[in-house]
């Protein structure tokens, strides 16, 4: 099967914001909570789309296969960690990239999308000149704490998101020098 990761377009969120709510039902199996409600869904995609943030991996045939965001402007939540980041770096000049909503189509799942897609992720934020990517998880979340275990991140420590409403705010911090 030949994949190519390219930015997401307008054409594509109807099948991004599907592989969104595979990714939800998946979690929702495993008993994570993570990802209730409505968040992510394609308001989420159209604005990592306006920073150039959002990515899609698709098949030869053009299908939409995976979706995942990948900021370079920081993230103030990893500002303030339980723990400690292998990179010094904070939103306010961030050295590092971050990965968010990622997800992929159920009828793909299982086949190494996401690996390729947190590679290129890698690929694109040494490209930008960042030091290291980062990410977070849920500790119930164990296939995305086995993937970043494979690509060799390590687990810095714990961070607390700022919403309101949150379920079980603490999620798992992950980041990977370049």
């Not at 060799?152 to 911090?173: F, N, Q």
Request: proline share 5%; glycine share 8%; charged share 25%.
């Amino acid at each position: 099967m030949e994949l190519i990761i390219r930015p997401t377009t307008e054409a594509d969120i109807p099948a991004a914001e599907a592989c969104l709510v595979n990714g939800k039902a998946a979690l929702a199996a495993l008993g994570v909570p993570q990802w209730l409600g409505d968040y992510p869904n394609h308001l989420d995609i159209e604005a990592d789309m306006a920073e150039d943030a959002s990515y899609v991996a698709v098949d030869e045939d053009g299908t939409v296969l995976a979706v995942m965001a990948l900021s370079l402007s920081g993230e103030e939540t990893y500002d303030q960690i339980d723990g400690a980041w292998l990179t010094e770096s904070d939103s306010h000049e961030p050295r590092y990239a971050v990965i968010h909503r990622c997800a992929v189509s159920a009828a793909a799942a299982r086949r190494g999308i996401m690996t390729l897609m947190f590679e290129e992720g890698e690929r694109i934020a040494r490209e930008h000149g960042s030091q290291s990517i980062r990410v977070d998880t849920h500790e119930r979340n164990i296939p995305v704490q086995g993937l970043v275990s494979k690509l060799g991140y390590t687990h810095c420590g714990t961070i607390t998101l700022p919403y309101p409403g949150e379920v079980d705010p603490l999620r798992i911090a992950f980041e990977k020098v370049l």
